[in-house]
C-alpha cells in the first residue's frame, strides 16, 4: 500500500526525458503577459489581483524593502497557482517536491539575511540577543537565536511540502475509502461528504501561499528595516 | 517516500529556477499600474518658439540682441 500511495509523488518522467519541467512551467501559460493599455478580461483580473496583494503586502515595507516586489508577487502567484492546479485529479503538484521548496526557501532566505547584514550589520547580528535578558543566560540565548534564525529556511519549505503532501495524501485515502465503501452504502454518502469538506479546507492551500509569502515576508521585514 | 530521492533534485530545481525567476517575473513585470488621474494646474506653460528648440552651431539670429 505504501508503494500506491506515494506514487502521485514520483517527479514524472516520459521516455527518460523530464516531464517536470513542462509541468512547472505549465502555471505560467495561465498568466499572459500585458500588451495593451486596456486588456482582455483574464489580464485585467490577474493585474487586479496582483495589485491587491502587493498593497495588502508591501504597505508594510520602506522603500528598499519594496525593490522585493517584483520577486514577492511572482513567488505568490507562482505557488498560488501550481498549488492549486495540483488540486485537480491525477495531477502533478511540484510543491510536493521539497527539492523545489528547499530551493525557493534557501536563496530568498539568504537573500534577505545577507542583505540585512550588508546594510545595517549592527542592527541584524543584535537580533540574537533579545533586550532585556539577564546576564548569566547570555551564552544559550545567542546559540538558541542563532538555531532559530539558521532553522527559518528548512521551516519554509518543509512547511510548505508537508502541508501539500498531506493533504493530497488525505485526499487519496479518503478517495479511496469511498470507493471501498460503495458497497456499503450507508457510510457512503457519509465520507463523500468528508471529501467535499477536506477538499474545501485543502483549497485553503493558497491560503499555504500566503503563510509562505508572509513568513517570508516578515523576515524580510525584521532584517530590513528594524 | 519518492521526495527523498536526489536523483531528480536537480531537474526539479533548475526549471524552478527557470519558471520563478525568469518567466513569472517577466510576465508580471509586463504590468502596468497607473496612477489615477489628478488635476493639473491651469496656469499656462511657457511655449517653446522653433528657433528655441534646436539648437544650432552657429547662432540663433533671432535671439541675437538686436
Known amino acids: 500500500m505504501n508503494e500506491n500511495l506515494f506514487a502521485s509523488f514520483i517527479t514524472p518522467m516520459i521516455l527518460g526525458l523530464p516531464l517536470a519541467t513542462l509541468i512547472v512551467i505549465f502555471p505560467s501559460l495561465l498568466f499572459p503577459a500585458s500588451n495593451r493599455l486596456v486588456n482582455n478580461r483574464l489580464i485585467s483580473l490577474q493585474q487586479w489581483v496582483i495589485q491587491l496583494v502587493s498593497k495588502q503586502m508591501m504597505g508594510i515595507h520602506n522603500s528598499k524593502g519594496q525593490t522585493w516586489a517584483l520577486m514577492l508577487m511572482s513567488l505568490i502567484m507562482f505557488i498560488g497557482s501550481t498549488n492549486l492546479l495540483g488540486l485537480l485529479p491525477h495531477s502533478f503538484t511540484p510543491t510536493t517536491q521539497l527539492s523545489m521548496n528547499l530551493g525557493m526557501a534557501i536563496p530568498l532566505w539568504a537573500g534577505t539575511v545577507i542583505t540585512g547584514f550588508r546594510n545595517k550589520t549592527k542592527a541584524s547580528l543584535a537580533h540574537f540577543l533579545p533586550q532585556g535578558t539577564p546576564t548569566p543566560l547570555i551564552p544559550m540565548l545567542v546559540i538558541i537565536e542563532t538555531i532559530s534564525l539558521f532553522i527559518q529556511p528548512i521551516a519554509l519549505a518543509v512547511r510548505l511540502t508537508a502541508n501539500i503532501t498531506a493533504g493530497h495524501l488525505l485526499i487519496h485515502l479518503i478517495g479511496g475509502a469511498t470507493l471501498a465503501l460503495m458497497s456499503i452504502s450507508t457510510t457512503m454518502a457519509l465520507t463523500t461528504f468528508i471529501i467535499l469538506v477536506l477538499l474545501t479546507v485543502l483549497e485553503f492551500a493558497v491560503a499555504m501561499i500566503q503563510a509562505y509569502v508572509f513568513t517570508l515576508l516578515v523576515s524580510l521585514y525584521l532584517h530590513d528595516n528594524t | ?66
Open chain 2, 1 to 66: 517516500m519518492p521526495q527523498l530521492d536526489t536523483s531528480t533534485w536537480f531537474m526539479m530545481i533548475m526549471s524552478m529556477f527557470l519558471t520563478l525567476f525568469i518567466i513569472f517575473q517577466l510576465k508580471v513585470s509586463k504590468h502596468n499600474f497607473f496612477f489615477n488621474p489628478e488635476p493639473t494646474s491651469t496656469k499656462m506653460q511657457k511655449q517653446n518658439t522653433p528657433w528655441e528648440t534646436k539648437w544650432t552651431k552657429i547662432y540663433l539670429p533671432l535671439l541675437l540682441p538686436q
